[in-house]
């Protein structure tokens, strides 16, 4: 629970890369880790190399996390935002990004941007929290957050990855544990162990989601190739 930012990082991370060719020694940039939680799954269950960049948690804080897993040198962290990242030369073999990319690629060009350092052939995979259909829903409107115009729908998903030439979209949908009770769950653990140990609670993303019922609320999931 010490590592939580939002909804559990690497249940998303797992749903994410159920049908995603990931195989020992490719080189994977993991966008917005946060925490790095995703960052120490991917190379765990794949045997992948792993730059983990986020803006919000420094190098070294997630670099001490690194180490504990076992993981130093397999998985390097990187303070950054996801736009000003900078490659090696010869790219990456591919793109992982959780509950993220909807901070930094809305805006025109940002997704061409992002995705141009993944080599031919290699895997972008990105999941967001999102919406059924684009609008806020009037439903949810006592539970409104700054944030949340960052959420879009599926359909705005596909529409943004289709209008990248350099990509091959090969999946747009959305997560399925996102519709039960799994992320009410996490968002309850969550609050109760912030409650614990006066971290800010999570009751507010426990009450939205229980307001919301299943009617609205999704995490969204984009695979692609790069062309």
Known sequence: MTNMMGPCSVWLTEALTADVALAPDLHVVDLGCGKAMSSIFLAREFGVRV?????????????????DAGLSGIVDAV??????????????DGLVSVDAFHYF????GALDVLTDPVKKGGQVAVVVPGLREDGWPTHLAGHWQESFWTFKSVEWGKQLFNGAPGLR???????????SEDWISWADACDQWADSVGR??????????RADSQR???????????L
């Open 200 to 209: 800010q609670p999570y009751e507010l993303e426990a009450a939205m989601l």
């Open 51 to 67: 730059t983990a960049v986020d803006p919000w948690i420094s190098a070294d804080e997630n670099e001490a996390r690194i180490a």
């Open 79 to 92: 303070h950054a935002d996801a736009r000003a990242y900078v490659p090696p030369d010869g790219g990456v």
């Open 169 to 179: 979209v090969d999946r747009v949908t959305t997560v399925d544990w996102g519709l």
């Open 105 to 108: 690629a809305q805006e025109p």
């Open 216 to 226: 609205s609320l999704v995490f969204v999931m984009l695979n692609a190739t790069r």
